[in-house]
């Protein structure tokens, strides 16, 4: 397992933007899938975005267009850039790393929260 560890979370505005990061410890983390998922209260957790090694995306429906994900290699950290934020992003976002073969994660963040006012 990877240790991943979130950064970035916090209050903002219906129509902000934020950015969260996910710095992991894993010296193979180029070879990982990463991702971001999310779980409102109440909710179960739904997956945001994924990235693969070589820079391939997928987005959920609901944030298509608005979030992007991207990954340094260089720096084994992953992030997220949330645009047009809504009051129904509010949630705790997970970082994943999910390794080569397999069709979940295998690894998560321990969450950080995003609270979206309107």
């Known amino acids: 397992q990877v240790e991943l560890v979130e950064s970035g979370g916090g209050l903002v505005q219906a129509g902000g933007s934020l950015r969260l990061s996910c710095a992991s410890s894993g010296s193979i983390f180029s070879t990982y899938v990463m991702g971001w998922y999310r779980q409102a209260a109440g909710d179960q957790r739904e997956k945001v975005a994924t990235?693969?090694?070589?820079?391939?995306?997928d987005y959920g429906n609901s944030v298509k267009g608005r979030f992007a994900i991207s990954r340094d290699n260089a720096k084994n950290t992953v992030y997220l850039q949330m645009h047009s934020l809504k009051p129904e992003d509010t949630a705790v976002y997970y970082c994943?790393?999910?390794?080569?073969?397999?069709?979940?994660?295998?690894?998560w963040g321990q969450g950080t929260q995003v609270t979206v006012s309107s």
């Open positions: 990235v693969t090694r070589g820079g391939t995306t």
């Open positions: 994943a790393a999910q390794r080569p073969g397999s069709s979940l994660p295998n690894s």
